[in-house]
């Protein structure tokens, strides 16, 4: 599916006019049409707005995979019914050496991905209990 189909989509989801979600995202009610026609494709920033705003993956919104959720978003379902592992993820979110990492849970179960973020725990905690 097309950027500008995926668009449309959401934004009719939101139940949203073109003008609207133009307000919202300080674009104008043309260029939202023109993306939806696909007759034109954002910038980057553009994308990341609108993803951001969609709560969906910038992947989703190009029409690369039928995930909407984006990788943050399905670890935190995955580890929702466990308040420490919801914690310890709150401190991993920031750290630039495991973001590469956090961005293959795409094709990963909610299983697998708890057992992952388990695994780091340990290490995190062994490490800290020989410092």
Do not use: C, H
């Not at 939202?32 to 994308?47: A, C, F, H, V, W």
């Amino acid at each position: 599916m097309q950027f500008g189909n995926r668009l449309r989509k959401l934004r009719k989801e939101r139940k949203l006019t073109q003008e609207q979600l133009g307000e919202l995202i300080d674009l104008s009610e043309s260029t939202i049409s023109l993306y939806e026609g696909n007759k034109r494709q954002p910038d980057y920033n553009t994308l990341y707005k609108l993803a951001k705003f969609f709560r969906v993956s910038s992947d989703y919104l190009l029409g690369y995979s039928d995930i909407r959720e984006t990788p943050e978003q399905r670890i935190e379902s995955a580890i929702s019914d466990d308040p420490k592992l919801m914690e310890f993820w709150q401190e991993l979110q920031n750290r630039e050496d495991l973001q590469l990492l956090f961005k293959q849970v795409k094709p990963m179960s909610p299983k697998d991905i708890k057992k992952i973020i388990n695994v780091i725990k340990a290490i995190e905690d062994e490490e800290s209990m020989e410092d």
